[in-house]
């Protein structure tokens, strides 16, 4: 357990002070319930609408996982196909920069307008939000390709194919789950802008509800679950990287 508190000790501790700040300021400043609600409040109320909440909880992880899966696929074919040709790269690379230029949330409600208000729309926002980390991340990890094995394997007869395979992937994984490291924890928040858009069902819809009837302890209580969905996609993506890219957690 030792090194497991040296590790999340401080953290843990660090969120256990917040807790006790927030609960204690909002009785000793008398603060009302409709701007900050008492944490022992927003804990009942997560207790008391569990079922509920873990339903809208599923809804909104399905559109996060979704629309991350489609990030990574599009993003990494993305990212493989520039690799592969420099007049890819100086087309696309600009541009892929670029989208970053626009409003995410403006384009939110052409997401809406093109896809309806099924899951597709909320999907289509969740790439929005996660595509480029994923892009510009397998972009990045390709060119730590080390240029002295990449001569090697050149004058040892492989082909194009093997050099993608044997040392450019590898090469890429560690930058491109630092860049899923982050698409993944963007994905609850997209999912959630698409939901409070229009939706039937969701976290974000949920909330955008409980606002609007001034149900403060339910805003909170949704805000809380999305941010434990949001650290535990990270946490996911964490997993799956130290699984993955076993070479590097032994050094």
């Given at each position: 357990?030792?090194p497991?508190?040296?590790?999340y000790g401080?953290?843990?501790?660090f ?5 006790g700040?927030w ?8 603060i009302?319930r409709?701007?900050?609600p ?8 997560v207790?008391?609408t569990?079922?509920?909440l873990?339903?809208?909880s599923?809804?909104?992880l399905?559109e ?5 899966f489609l ?10 196909l520039m690799e592969?040709s420099r ?5 696309l690379?600009?541009?892929?920069i670029?989208?970053?230029?626009i409003?995410i ?6 997401m809406?307008m093109w896809?309806?208000?099924?899951i597709?729309?909320k999907?289509?926002?969740v790439?929005?939000f996660t595509i480029?980390p ?10 730590q390709t080390?240029?002295g094995?990449l001569e ?8 194009n194919?093997?050099?993608?395979r044997k040392l450019?992937?590898?090469?890429a ?16 928040g997209?999912a959630?802008?698409?939901e409070w858009l229009?939706a ?13 009837q001034?149900?403060s302890?339910?805003?909170?209580a ?8 949001g650290?535990a996609m990270?946490l996911a993506?964490l ?6 890219v076993?070479w590097q957690n032994r050094?």
């Amino acid at each position: 357990m030792k090194p497991w508190l040296r590790q999340y000790g401080p953290a843990i501790l660090f969120v256990l002070i917040l807790a006790g700040v927030w609960e204690a300021a909002t009785v000793w400043l008398d603060i009302p319930r409709y701007i900050i609600p008492r944490l022992s409040r927003v804990l009942v109320s997560v207790w008391d609408t569990r079922d509920l909440l873990w339903r809208h909880s599923l809804y909104t992880l399905q559109e996060a996982l979704l629309g991350l899966f489609l990030s990574v696929l599009f993003g990494v074919l993305l990212a493989s196909l520039m690799e592969g040709s420099r007049l890819a790269k100086r087309t696309l690379y600009p541009l892929v920069i670029a989208s970053q230029t626009i409003p995410i949330v403006a384009l939110s409600p052409v997401m809406v307008m093109w896809f309806g208000y099924e899951i597709w729309s909320k999907v289509a926002v969740v790439i929005l939000f996660t595509i480029f980390p994923v892009t510009v991340g397998a972009v990045d990890g390709f060119r730590q390709t080390d240029p002295g094995t990449l001569e090697l394997m050149k004058t040892m007869g492989a082909s194009n194919g093997q050099i993608f395979r044997k040392l450019k992937i590898p090469s890429a994984l560690p930058s491109f789950f630092t860049g899923l490291k982050v698409a993944a924890t963007f994905s609850i928040g997209g999912a959630t802008i698409g939901e409070w858009l229009g939706a039937d069902s969701g976290l974000g819809m949920y909330t955008k509800r409980a606002s609007s009837q001034m149900r403060s302890e339910a805003l909170f209580a949704g805000v809380l679950v999305l941010s434990f969905l949001g650290i535990a996609m990270f946490l996911a993506a964490l997993l799956l990287e130290k699984r993955v890219v076993r070479w590097q957690n032994r050094r």
